[in-house]
Structures are given as C-alpha cells and as structure tokens.
C-alpha cells in the first residue's frame, strides 16, 4: 500500500513533466510508475494469499468483528479482567 503514496505523486509530476517539458520525463517516468503499481499490486496479492493459508481473515474482510475492546471503557474492562 506504501508503494501507491510514493507512485501517485510520481505519476502526477511525470504527467505535469510530459505536458511541460516532453519526452524525457515520458520515456523515464511512466515505467518507473507503472513498476510501482504492479509491484504493489503483486505484494498485496502475495500478502493476501499468505494471511489466507495461515488462516487468518484478510484486513476488511467479514470476520472483522470481535478482535478485541474498542472503546476506552472496554479496554478498561480488559485489562482489568487480566490482573
């Protein structure tokens, strides 16, 4: 997901570059850009897979309830039920 922070400013500069200054920002940039977002698609998807055969629920998925307290007076519970 990092990769897309870095990737999105990147790609705006080489589209500005391109309109501004031509070809070497075009002829440079725009594989730089497109290797981020594949790379980040790639580790996503890797990501996922390994979370699924450990067992784990990927992050925003439907089990996402019931991890733990969530508000300040159940986390007060919590720590008060493990003393």
């Given at each position: 997901m990092w990769l897309y922070i870095i990737?999105?400013?990147?790609?705006?500069?080489?589209?500005?570059?391109?309109?501004?200054?031509?070809?070497a920002y075009t002829l440079v940039g725009v594989p730089v850009v497109l290797l981020a977002l594949v790379s980040g698609?790639?580790?996503?998807?890797?990501?996922?897979v390994t979370l699924e055969r450990r067992g784990g629920a990927p992050v925003g998925g439907a089990e996402?309830?019931?991890?733990?307290?969530?508000?300040?007076?159940?986390?007060?519970?919590?720590?008060?039920?493990?003393q």
């Open positions: 990737a999105f400013p990147i790609g705006v500069l080489i589209i500005v570059g391109s309109v501004v200054a031509g070809g698609i790639a580790l996503r998807a890797i990501g996922r996402g309830s019931g991890h733990g307290p969530v508000t300040p007076g159940e986390l007060t519970d919590a720590r008060r039920a493990q």
